[in-house]
């Protein structure tokens, strides 16, 4: 990938159905997207575990565990 490309890709003016090749995709992932399914998978366990008996924290926990495998 040349550094022209990668320039437009920074500068947001290249979307990436217009890469030159598939494997380019895979240097547009960021690092926030796997702290998003970290941080859901943490809470969806944290809320799980917790030995309060609040109605409806079970499917709290497992909305934010579905949101994780959606996420991910």
């Not at 494997?23 to 799980?48: E, H, K, P, Y």
């Not at 409806?56 to 579905?66: D, K, V």
Request: hydrophobic content about 55%.
């Amino acid at each position: 990938m040349a550094l022209r490309d990668l320039t437009a890709i920074n500068a947001g003016t290249k979307p990436l159905g217009q890469l030159s090749r598939p494997q380019d995709v895979i240097r547009q992932f960021m690092l926030n997207g796997f702290a998003v399914t970290m941080g859901t998978s943490i809470l969806a366990l944290a809320l799980a575990q917790l030995p309060l008996a609040i109605p409806g924290l079970q499917s709290i926990a497992e909305g934010h565990w579905m949101l994780n495998i959606v996420l991910f």
